[in-house]
Nanobody, 114 residues
Framework: QVQLVESGGGLVQTGGSLRLSCAAS????????MAWYRQFPGKQREMVAV???????TYADSVKGRFTISRDNAKDTVYLRMNSLEPEDSAVYYC????????WGQGTQVTVSS
């Protein structure tokens, strides 16, 4: 079955960095566009970044210039490198497939302290 497992979240101070990982199984990874979303308490999930199967990346304005999405097809994994983190980035971050079907991971918590 399909499984997306996010990891790499944690607690960091303002200005710090984290790298999130999403390991996928049960899909043909190379034909899927992959996306990172985040969800703030009491709000709907919002798209953070997406990387296509052609390695084209798109970012939300709120993270542009600070976050970098990448993928390693040999490892069936998509990454989100987050630099210059701010408290406003604190959220649960989710991995999502944009392909023949859409799947979600369970999320990983990112907390940025002032």
């Amino acid at each position: 079955q399909v499984q997306l497992v996010e990891s790499g979240g944690g607690l960091v101070q303002t200005g710090g960095s984290l790298r999130l990982s999403c390991a996928a199984s049960g899909i043909i990874f190379g034909i899927n566009d992959m996306a990172w979303y985040r969800q703030f308490p009491g709000k709907q999930r919002e798209m953070v970044a997406v990387i296509t199967r052609f390695d084209r990346a798109t970012y939300a304005d709120s993270v542009k210039g600070r976050f970098t999405i990448s993928r390693d097809n040999a490892k069936d994994t998509v990454y989100l490198r987050m630099n210059s983190l701010e408290p406003e980035d604190s959220a649960v971050y989710y991995c999502n497939t944009w392909g023949p079907k859409n799947y979600w991971g369970q999320g990983t918590q990112v907390t940025v302290s002032s």
